[in-house]
């Protein structure tokens, strides 16, 4: 594999993690700020809140997958 190659699979990779991670930042803070005025009212919707609030998470394990596959290193 040439170095230009080599180069652009690195750029994708930091783009794919990059992206992923700025789209969880955006989702989190939209379910945050929503989360802390449910629970201004209803405390016991916390544990429902907490979970909503974790699954944006995943975007990023997938953007770190879909990272490790690009550069082909496991």
């Known amino acids: 594999m040439d170095i230009e190659a080599t180069g652009l699979i690195a750029i994708s990779a930091g783009i794919a993690m990059g992206l992923a991670a700025l789209g ?6 939209s379910i945050g700020s929503s989360a ?3 629970l201004a009212e209803r ?3 916390f544990t429902k809140l907490l979970i909503f609030l974790a699954l944006p998470e995943t975007i990023v394990i997938l953007g770190f997958v879909i990272a490790i596959m ?3 290193k496991v």
């Open 43 to 45: 405390p016991e919707e």
């Open 70 to 72: 690009l550069t082909g």
């Open 24 to 29: 969880t930042g955006w989702a989190q803070a």
């Open 36 to 38: 802390m005025g449910t």
